[in-house]
Nanobody, 115 residues
Framework: QVQLVESGGGLVQPGGSLRLSCVASGFEFSSRAMRWYRQVEENEREWLATITADGRTTNYAEAVKGRFTISRDNAKNTVYLEMNSLKLEDTAVYYC????????WGQGTQVTVSS
């Protein structure tokens, strides 16, 4: 079955950086576009970034444009989210997800931006 395992979150100071990873299995990773979301308590999941299957095209939400970078390594079945210049409002649980059918939510990884 489709499985998505996010990791790399943690506590970081404002202005700091983190790189999140999402290891995927249960489908042909190299054929599927991927995206990152985040979720804050009492809020809906917010779309952050999308990357095409071949990694050649990316799109970003305005809130993270210029600070976050989505990338992928199809040989490792992994999609990444590099986060720079982190702000307090970036605190959330971060999730990856397939675009299209047969996707699931993983457990997410917590990012906390705090002094």
């Amino acid at each position: 079955q489709v499985q998505l395992v996010e990791s790399g979150g943690g506590l970081v100071q404002p202005g700091g950086s983190l790189r999140l990873s999402c290891v995927a299995s249960g489908f042909e990773f190299s054929s599927r576009a991927m995206r990152w979301y985040r979720q804050v308590e009492e809020n809906e999941r917010e779309w952050l970034a999308t990357i095409t299957a071949d990694g050649r095209t990316t799109n970003y939400a305005e809130a993270v444009k210029g600070r976050f970078t989505i990338s992928r390594d199809n040989a490792k079945n992994t999609v990444y989210l590099e986060m720079n210049s982190l702000k307090l409002e970036d605190t959330a649980v971060y999730y990856c997800r397939l675009i299209g059918s047969n996707s699931v939510w993983g457990q997410g990884t917590q990012v906390t931006v705090s002094s």
